[in-house]
């Protein structure tokens, strides 16, 4: 009789997986971003989700979920139904480096949710105001070395990749600066166009505009070539101020532990898609944005992508001496 039941059970819910699948998508979808409106994760979740979202025939609707470098947003992905309806934008941060930097995480990035699909990758750029005394990376080092602790690096909050970025780049360069932490890079950016802090590490897309209006001049690139379309003249930090240094934010869609698989195939393939139109992909190649193989974005690739860069961050955060708790 046991048996039976627990026969029966699974069947169930066999049936019932399949049965939401095969309906899916029958209502707005919610995709939550783990960083104030207005930022790169924000605005690549918001570009990705109008491409899917058409191709679905199913609304996108975007939560800004911020706080804690984007690990306020993921738990709340993590405790969500895996009904389909609730995915979360992941990032390098607190999706790669969260369980490194955090004794205490409420969530595990591999165990805790299933992988969808991979977004293209941006290199950052490294930011200084219009009226900043440093002309080159070199000067801002320099400086650094001379008054330790007295340069301020605004962030997108601890654990965000404007945050690990920088915190890398103090390691190699050997200085010590202050990171001040914001809800993301939308507010971390309007501060350093005010002058209230020095620099910034931000994506090399968003941060586009300000650079091309005159409003933030960017010294070097993480990129290990230039970016001769977008940023003409500006050097990679690799070139001569930080051999081997090269740093880009990747990105992608994860939906909370036991989505049905054919959700997940559902959404890659709109995604695949989505990436099929060329006027598409050449605008965010000519934004720097990085295309990658058609095969990274697939979620089995993804989910290997994930369980590695946990690993890779445990040591980059352990020789950078980087600690949040
Ligand atoms: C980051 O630095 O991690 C992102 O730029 C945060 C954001 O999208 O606001």
Redesign the pocket.
Known sequence: MKCLKTLLAALCITFSAGALAQAWPARNITWIVP??AG????AMARDIADKVSKQMGQVIVIENAAGAG?TIGAAKAARATPDGYTFLVG?M?YMGAGPALYKKLSYDPVKDFDAVFRFPDTPLVLLVGKSSPYKSAADLIAAAKAAPGKVNFS???LG????LIAALFEAKAGIDVTQVAYK???PAINDLIAGQVDVMF??SNTALPQVQGGRLTALALTSTSPMPQQYPGVPPLAEKVLPGFEAA?WYGLYAPKGVPREVVQKMHQAYLKALGDKEWTRRMGSQGILLLPDASYAPEAFAKHTASEVERWRKVVTDAKIQLD
């Open positions: 960083f104030a930022g790169p994760t924000d984007g990032h941060g962030n997108a909050g965000s990749s404007s945050h993301g890079a939308a931000d994506q934010t």
